[in-house]
């Protein structure tokens, strides 16, 4: 089993930035596929950002070039630093973490653990 806790939601101006953690326990997540999702209120959960054993990295259209996904093994947390934020980004963040060999996971439901999740508010 694998816990994930997110923190370093909060509220913040269009145009400012954040950064999320997500601190796994149980298991190391080395050879994990970490993931980032969101969800806004009325909405579909939807991908953000992921990267795989490898360090290989993907990113939701609507975040590229403004978000940047990383992870610290030796810490066993992946961060996602959130910059020129923009209304449409508010919502809960949840991390995600995949078993399994994929390079690459863009569907919430084939991850098999997750964060409780982190609320970001980003104000106009």
């Known amino acids: 089993q694998v816990q994930l806790v997110e923190s370093g939601g909060g509220l913040v101006q269009a145009g400012g930035s954040l950064r999320l953690s997500c601190a796994a326990s149980g298991r190391t997540i080395t050879n994990y596929l970490m993931g980032w999702f969101r969800q806004a209120p009325g909405k579909e959960r939807e991908f953000v950002a992921a990267?795989?054993?490898?360090?290989?990295?993907y990113y939701a259209d609507s975040v590229k070039g403004r978000f940047t996904i990383s992870r610290d093994n030796a810490k066993n947390t992946v961060y996602l630093q959130m910059n020129s934020l923009k209304p449409e980004d508010t919502a809960v963040y949840y991390c995600?973490?995949?078993?399994?060999?994929?390079?690459?996971?863009?569907?919430?439901?084939?991850?098999?653990?997750w964060g409780q999740g982190t609320q970001v508010t980003v104000s106009s």
């Open positions: 995600a973490a995949k078993v399994g060999r994929e390079f690459y996971e863009p569907l919430p439901g084939n991850y098999n653990y």
């Open positions: 990267i795989n054993r490898s360090g290989s990295i």
